[in-house]
C-alpha cells in the first residue's frame, strides 16, 4: 500500500494508474470536442482504449488491466464515467496531482545524488559553468553573479532559495554576500545530503524539505526569494506569485531565472521578455520587475554542455552514470535546438516590491 493512497485505500496498481491518469489529463483538451490531445497530429480520447494507448506509448505499457482499474477508480470516486468518458473528480486530481509530486521528487533523489557521487559530474559542472557547484541548472557563473549584483543582498538579510537542489549553490551566495540562506526542496535524499554536507558547516545555512507548491512559512520572513530554474514546476504561477509576495518583507526582492519556451503555432512575440509567462503573471500581481536577456549566453552554455558530455561519456559509463550522461545529453540537444528555431529564450527577472 501506498502512502499517498492510504486515506483513498488504494492498491499500489491503482496508485499508478491514477498518476498515469492526471498525466493525461494534464495534456491539452481539444476546445472543440473535449477529447485529450497527445499532439497535434494524434488526438485521444479518455476512454480505456485510450489510456491503453497512452500507456503504450509514454510508460511503456507498464500496467495492463486499465478493464479493472478504471471502474476501481471510478468506484473509489477518483474517476467520473460520463459517456463513456473518463475525467478525474476533484479529489482525484488533488491525489493524482500528489502522486506526480512524488514521482517527481523520486526522479530528483536518484539524479541529484548520483551527482554528488560522481567524479565526471564534478569535471562537467566545471566545463559547463565555470565552477563546480553540483549545479543542476542552466545558470553559469556569469548568471549567477549577475544575480548576486542585482540584488544587493546583506549580511542581514534572509534568503529562501526554491527548489535549493543540493544546496552548494546557496552555499556560494552565502559565502559570496554574508546572507543567511533557507533552501527548500521536494527531494528529501536531496535536502539530507544538503543538511549533512553543507548546513552542518555554516550556521547561516538551513534547508528543509518542502514542496513549494504549497509553502508553508509565516508572513514577511524573507527579504530576498531566489528561484533557479525551478518555476517551470509551479503549478499556478498566480497563486505562486501571491504567496511569494506575503512571505517577503515590505520592499523584498526576487531573482528568477526562466526560460520562455514557444510551441512552433505560437507568436513569436510571446519571446519578448515583456510577453512571457513570467512577465504576464509578474504584472497581473502588480510587481514591477527588469528583465535580462541571457539566451545568447545559455546557447553557449547549452554547447558547452553537449561538449563536455560527449568528452566524459567514457568517465560517465565507467562509474555506473551513464543515465547522467544520457540526461545532459537530451536535455542540451533540445534547448539548443529551440534556441536555433527562435522557440526558447532565457531571462533573468529582477524583481522589487514596493513598499
Ligand atoms: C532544475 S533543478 C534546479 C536545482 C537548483 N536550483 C540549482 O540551481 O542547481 C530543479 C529543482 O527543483 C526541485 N523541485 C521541483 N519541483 C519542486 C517542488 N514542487 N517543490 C520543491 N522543490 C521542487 C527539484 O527537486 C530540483 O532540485
Redesign the pocket.
Known amino acids: 500500500m501506498n502512502n499517498d493512497s492510504k486515506s483513498n485505500q488504494c492498491s499500489d496498481e491503482e496508485t499508478e494508474a491514477l498518476g498515469i491518469v492526471t498525466t493525461f489529463f494534464l495534456l491539452k483538451k481539444d476546445p472543440e470536442t473535449g477529447e485529450t490531445i497527445l499532439n497535434k497530429d494524434t488526438k485521444v480520447k479518455a476512454t480505456q482504449e485510450g489510456f491503453e494507448t497512452l500507456t503504450q506509448l509514454h510508460f511503456k505499457n507498464k500496467l495492463k488491466n486499465w478493464e479493472e482499474l478504471l471502474p476501481n477508480l471510478t468506484q473509489k470516486n477518483l474517476l467520473l464515467l460520463e459517456d463513456e468518458l473518463y475525467s478525474l473528480t476533484d479529489e482525484g486530481r488533488k491525489i493524482g496531482k500528489e502522486i506526480r509530486?512524488k514521482w517527481?521528487?523520486k526522479w530528483?533523489d536518484n539524479i541529484?545524488i548520483r551527482c554528488t557521487k560522481s567524479e565526471a559530474y564534478g569535471l562537467f559542472c566545471e566545463k559547463v559553468f565555470g565552477k563546480n557547484l553540483i549545479?543542476?541548472?542552466a545558470?553559469d557563473m556569469e548568471q549567477l553573479d549577475t544575480m548576486i549584483n542585482y540584488l544587493q543582498l546583506q549580511p542581514d538579510n534572509l534568503v529562501l532559495?526554491?527548489?535549493?537542489?543540493l544546496g552548494k549553490?546557496a552555499e556560494y551566495i552565502v559565502e559570496k554576500t554574508g546572507a543567511k540562506v533557507v533552501g527548500?526542496?521536494?527531494?528529501e535524499e536531496?535536502i539530507n545530503w544538503a543538511k549533512e554536507h553543507i548546513q552542518a558547516k555554516n550556521e547561516n545555512l538551513e534547508f528543509q524539505l518542502?514542496?513549494?507548491?504549497r509553502l508553508d512559512f509565516p508572513p514577511s520572513t524573507f527579504d530576498a526569494i531566489i528561484s533557479?530554474?525551478?518555476f517551470y514546476?509551479v503549478e499556478d504561477f498566480d497563486v505562486m506569485l501571491k504567496k511569494l509576495k506575503q512571505i517577503l518583507q515590505p520592499g523584498g526582492q526576487m531573482g528568477i531565472f526562466f526560460a520562455q519556451i514557444i510551441s512552433e503555432n505560437d507568436p513569436v512575440e510571446l519571446l519578448e521578455a515583456e510577453n512571457t509567462k513570467m512577465a504576464k503573471a509578474l504584472t497581473q500581481n502588480n510587481l514591477e520587475y527588469k528583465a535580462i536577456d541571457f539566451t545568447i549566453n545559455a546557447k553557449n552554455l547549452w554547447q558547452r554542455e553537449l561538449a563536455a558530455a560527449e568528452e566524459l561519456k567514457e568517465m560517465f559509463e565507467k562509474e555506473g552514470n551513464l543515465v547522467l550522461y544520457e540526461d545532459r545529453i537530451a536535455d542540451s540537444k533540445n534547448v539548443i535546438r529551440c534556441i536555433e528555431n527562435n522557440l526558447q529564450r532565457r531571462f533573468f527577472y529582477h524583481i522589487k516590491l514596493v513598499n
Open positions: 509530486s517527481h521528487s530528483y541529484l549545479q543542476f541548472n545558470s532559495d526554491m527548489g535549493c537542489g549553490v527548500i526542496d521536494f527531494s536531496t518542502q514542496n513549494f507548491n533557479i530554474d525551478t514546476f
